[in-house]
């Protein structure tokens, strides 16, 4: 079989497991949660085939930098669509307060401990190499997700998450955006099916890099919602705490298009475009969306207002930004490690283990002196 026709069939079957949730969405049939979970996931893992395709087509006519930024919005909507709703619940019922925080801190921690370290496991699997090197453009990348973290111990500080925090992490990602426009538009290295289409006349295969992206971002809007709620039923009827639920699995599951968009990227030996893939995210949420759940609070309570940490969100925000500075600290020599995607792994899965206010306090300190050597270590070297 030529290589075109394979590149064909392959396309044809991601097309036809994105085409069989949108028929079932709108039959509005209602399935199992089993069922519902699988058939969901399957329209999910598909449109994470179909970004991945777009995004490395979209190198061919934008800088790479604003190719992974529009895949990175594509792939966090469900957890922007997950913890705006509840932050907009939360100006009119306290109680999702915590929920708001539980899940914005939860999607973040995420990111690092399980997405930053999967991508360098899936690429020693496949390549034995046990480093990631970044390219020089992603170091205004790293410098500004260090900015975003510094500025986040003052959410620790003062506790509360209000509207001038929005007025200052909404321009941040903005500069982010700005820059990355500036960047330089290079010809990738295409393989699979994205080298097919990229022999098509140019208005054809602008027409279907567009439609790729419209096509997988409506397909994860529609399949979030009921795969993240039939796997939080599964929980429930395994009578799993409900804050955890909130925490950690609903998280999971509305991260599920990028982690597997950046796996993807890992698995065809392609690292860097993976690993930017979750920097970009980590950027992505880290300020926008940490900024959008004010602003979300604000106008369900029709006035500017802010949301108040209580103390275990206080403990949550001081966690996940002394994570997010040991793993950012780490890229400042712009490259990525088999032993530190183990370390933030091992970190994150055994803090998990132990969830006190105490461990959660030893854990972040203990974060902050490894990003304190970390530092060290990277100004030595320094010429």
Request: charged content about 15%.
């Amino acid at each position: 079989m030529s290589s075109s026709r394979k590149y064909g069939l392959w396309i044809l079957a991601v097309l036809a497991l994105v085409a069989q949730w949108i028929f079932f969405h709108h039959l509005g049939h209602e399935f199992g949660p089993g069922l519902t979970a699988l058939l969901s996931g399957l329209g999910i893992l598909a449109a994470a085939f179909l970004i991945s395709w777009a995004a490395e087509l979209a190198e061919l006519e934008v800088p790479p930098t604003v190719a992974f930024i529009l895949l990175a919005l594509l792939t966090v909507l469900p957890e922007y669509a997950v913890d705006i709703y509840l932050a907009w619940q939360a100006g009119k019922d306290p109680a999702y307060t915590h929920f708001a925080l539980a899940n914005m801190t939860g999607a973040n921690r995420l990111l690092i401990g399980l997405g930053w370290s999967s991508i360098i496991i899936v690429y020693w699997w496949r390549t034995r190499k046990r480093e990631i090197e970044l390219e020089p453009v992603h170091r205004v990348e790293v410098y500004i997700l260090l900015t975003a973290t510094l500025y986040s111990f003052v959410l620790f500080f003062k506790r509360t998450l209000s509207w001038v925090d929005a007025m200052v992490l909404i321009p941040i990602f903005v500069v982010y955006l700005v820059l990355a426009l500036r960047g330089e538009v290079k010809e990738p290295e295409l393989e699979g099916p994205p080298a097919l289409i990229s022999r098509w006349p140019t208005g054809w295969r602008r027409t279907v890099n567009v439609l790729f992206f419209a096509l997988a971002g409506y397909t994860i809007y529609i399949a979030a919602e009921p795969f993240a709620e039939s796997l939080i039923a599964s929980g429930r009827a395994l009578e799993v705490e409900e804050f955890l639920l909130v925490q950690w699995l609903a998280p999971l599951a509305s991260e599920a298009p990028e982690f597997l968009v950046a796996v993807l990227f890992a698995w065809r030996k392609k690292a860097g475009s993976g690993f930017h893939t979750m920097l970009s995210s980590k950027i992505n949420q880290w300020t926008l969306l940490v900024g959008m759940v004010p602003l979300a609070f604000s106008l369900s309570q029709g006035r500017l207002g802010a949301l108040h940490l209580d103390p275990r969100q206080t403990e949550e925000i001081f966690l996940t930004s002394a994570q997010s500075l040991f793993a950012t600290l780490i890229l400042l020599n712009l490259r990525f490690s088999l032993a530190e995607g183990l370390l933030l792994l091992i970190l994150f899965a055994t803090q998990l283990m132990f969830p006190s206010s105490t461990i959660r306090y030893a854990y972040a300190i203990a974060y902050l002196v490894l990003a304190a050597g970390v530092l060290i270590r990277f100004l030595r070297k320094r010429p």
